[in-house]
T-cell receptor, first 114, second 114 residues
Framework: DTAVSQTPKYLVTQMGNDKSIKCEQNLGHDTMYWYKQDSKKFLKIMFS???????INETVPNRFSPKSPDKAHLNLHINSLELGDSAVYFCASSNGQGIPYEQYFGPGTRLTVT | AQKVTQAQTEISVVEKEDVTLDCVYE???????LFWYKQPPSGELVFLIRRNSFDEQNEISGRYSWNFQKSTSSFNFTITASQVVDSAVYFCALSEAGANNLFFGTGTRLTVIP
C-alpha cells in the first residue's frame, strides 16, 4: 500500500505548456504539502494545505496553482512552463496543524521542461 | 529567521566505519522541532527522526544515533558500522511551532565504499 502517491513519476514537456501533477495520500492526514527540489538537491516548501484550505503559500510564481478537492488529494497545476521549472516536485502529508509532526513524502515527480 | 546548516557537502567512508553528519540550526523560537530525512539514490525521502526542543535526550535506533545539544544548536546524526545501503543524501530540517513546513538544510551526501 502506497502511503503518498504521485503521478506522473516523470514529466517531459515543452516551454509554454500547462501540466498537472496529482498527489494522493491514504494515511488519513489532514495536512498536505508541495516541495520543490532543484538540481542542487535543495528542498523548499511551496504550498501547504490543511483540510483543503491553503495555509502556506511561499514566494512561488502564480503560474503554480495548487488545488485540494478533498483532504486526501493535493494537485499541482503549472501554467506556461519555463525552463527554470525543471525540478523534482515532492508531495507530502502529515497530521496536525500548528504542531509539526513528521511529514511523509511521495516518490517525487521529475519535471523536465525543454 | 530560521536556518539549517549542514556544512559537510559530501562524506566518503569505508564500510564498517562510523560516521557523523553535522547539523547546526538557528531559530528565534523556544519551541521547535528537528528532523532527519534520508534520500537514497532511488530518490524518495525517508523520515528518520523527529525531536522537539524540550527533549534533549539522545536517541538510538539500531546503528543510528542522534545527539541533540541545545547549547550549541546542533542535532548531529551518527551511523555506526556503516553499510553500503547507507549511501544517500541526508537532510536535517527544522520546523518552528505553529508552522507546519519543514525548513531543510542543503544535505550531506554520504558514500559508503565497500
Amino acid at each position: 500500500d502506497t502511503a503518498v502517491s504521485q503521478t506522473p513519476k516523470y514529466l517531459v514537456t515543452q516551454m509554454g505548456n500547462d501540466k498537472s501533477i496529482k498527489c494522493e495520500q491514504n494515511l488519513g492526514h489532514d495536512t498536505m504539502y508541495w516541495y520543490k527540489q532543484d538540481s542542487k538537491k535543495f528542498l523548499k516548501i511551496m504550498f501547504s494545505y490543511n483540510n483543503k484550505e491553503l495555509i502556506i503559500n511561499e514566494t512561488v510564481p502564480n503560474r503554480f496553482s495548487p488545488k485540494s478537492p478533498d483532504k486526501a488529494h493535493l494537485n499541482l497545476h503549472i501554467n506556461s512552463l519555463e525552463l527554470g521549472d525543471s525540478a523534482v516536485y515532492f508531495c507530502a502529508s502529515s497530521n496536525g496543524q500548528g504542531i509539526p509532526y513528521e511529514q511523509y513524502f511521495g516518490p517525487g515527480t521529475r519535471l523536465t521542461v525543454t | 529567521a530560521q536556518k539549517v546548516t549542514q556544512a559537510q557537502t559530501e562524506i566518503s567512508v569505508v564500510e564498517k566505519e562510523d560516521v557523523t553528519l553535522d547539523c547546526v540550526y538557528e531559530t528565534r523560537d523556544t519551541t521547535y522541532y528537528l528532523f532527519w530525512y534520508k534520500q537514497p539514490p532511488s530518490g524518495e525521502l525517508v523520515f528518520l527522526i523527529r525531536r522537539n526542543s524540550f527533549d534533549e535526550q539522545n536517541e538510538i535506533s539500531g546503528r543510528y544515533s542522534w545527539n541533540f545539544q541545545k547549547s550549541t544548536s546542533s542535532f548531529n546524526f551518527t551511523i555506526t558500522a556503516s553499510q553500503v545501503v547507507d549511501s544517500a543524501v541526508y537532510f536535517c530540517a527544522l520546523s518552528e511551532a505553529g508552522a507546519n513546513n519543514l525548513f531543510f538544510g542543503t544535505g550531506t551526501r554520504l558514500t559508503v565504499i565497500p
